[in-house]
T-cell receptor
Framework: KQEVTQIPAALSVPEGENLVLNCSFT??????LQWFRQDPGKGLTSLLL?????REQTSGRLNASLDKSSGRSTLYIAASQPGDSATYLC???????????FGQGTRLTINP | SQTIHQWPATLVQPVGSPLSLECTVE??????LYWYRQAAGRGLQLLFY??????ISSEVPQNLSASRPQDRQFILSSKKLLLSDSGFYLC????????????FGPGTRLTVL
C-alpha cells in the first residue's frame, strides 16, 4: 500500500529565506508526482507535475525534484514571501490506477 | 481555458437527509473526473472516479454514490447522510488517458448535524 509522508507538518520562516519541503513515498511504482498549494477553506492549486521519467521541474521561484528510486521529492521555494503562506501537499499517481495518494501536507507560514 | 465549478460552496444538512453535490468542467472534452473528501486530520481521500459517461469506479465502501449523466458533469449523492460524512468535498479533473495533471475545484464544505 502506497503511503506518502510530508515532513515537517508545519514550518515558520522569515520572509526572504529559501526553504525546502520534503515528501517521501513508500512504493516507487508511480506514474508521476504532483505538488499542490491549498489556502484555508479553498481548493487545491496545482503547482508542479513531475513525470516518473523526470528528475525536476521548475516554475518561477519553485523547483521540485524527484528521486523515484529513493522515494523522495523536494519542493524548493526561493526568496519566500508572505503570500507563499499556505499548506503544501504532495501526491503520487500510483501505477495501475487513476488514484492520487496524498501526504498530510506541510503548513507553511512566512513571517513579514 | 478550462475551469471547474462546484456547488454549493457550503451546506449544512441534518443526519438522515439526502445529498446532492454537483461538479461541472468547462473547456475540455472527455475528462477524467474525481471526487475526493478532505476530513480533519485524515488528509485527502479519493472516493470515486469516472473515465466516461456512466462509468463510475468506487474507491471506498460508504453510503455515498456518484453519477456522471453528461460528459462534463459529475454528481455526488447520498440517500441518508451520516455524521461521519461531514468534510470538505473536492472535485477534480484530468485530461483523458495518461498520467496527466489533476486540477481541483473550489470545494464544498459539508456539515452534517
Amino acid at each position: 500500500k502506497q503511503e506518502v509522508t510530508q515532513i515537517p507538518a508545519a514550518l515558520s520562516v522569515p520572509e526572504g529565506e529559501n526553504l525546502v519541503l520534503n515528501c517521501s513515498f513508500t512504493d516507487s511504482a508511480i506514474y508521476n508526482l504532483q505538488w499542490f498549494r491549498q489556502d484555508p477553506g479553498k481548493g487545491l492549486t496545482s503547482l508542479l507535475l513531475i513525470q516518473s521519467s523526470q528528475r525536476e521541474q521548475t516554475s518561477g521561484r519553485l523547483n521540485a525534484s524527484l528521486d523515484k528510486s529513493s522515494g523522495r521529492s523536494t519542493l524548493y521555494i526561493a526568496a519566500s514571501q508572505p503570500g507563499d503562506s499556505a499548506t503544501y501537499l504532495c501526491a503520487v499517481l500510483i501505477q495501475g490506477a487513476q488514484k492520487l495518494v496524498f501526504g498530510q501536507g506541510t503548513r507553511l507560514t512566512i513571517n513579514p | 481555458s478550462q475551469t471547474i465549478h462546484q456547488w454549493p460552496a457550503t451546506l449544512v444538512q441534518p443526519v438522515g437527509s439526502p445529498l446532492s453535490l454537483e461538479c461541472t468542467v468547462e473547456g475540455t472534452s472527455n475528462p477524467n473526473l474525481y471526487w475526493y473528501r478532505q476530513a480533519a486530520g485524515r488528509g485527502l481521500q479519493l472516493l470515486f472516479y469516472s473515465v466516461g459517461i456512466g462509468q463510475i469506479s468506487s474507491e471506498v465502501p460508504q453510503n455515498l454514490s456518484a453519477s456522471r449523466p453528461q460528459d462534463r458533469q459529475f454528481i455526488l449523492s447520498s440517500k441518508k447522510l451520516l455524521l461521519s460524512d461531514s468534510g470538505f468535498y473536492l472535485c477534480a479533473w484530468s485530461a483523458g488517458l495518461g498520467h496527466n495533471e489533476q486540477f481541483f475545484g473550489p470545494g464544498t464544505r459539508l456539515t452534517v448535524l
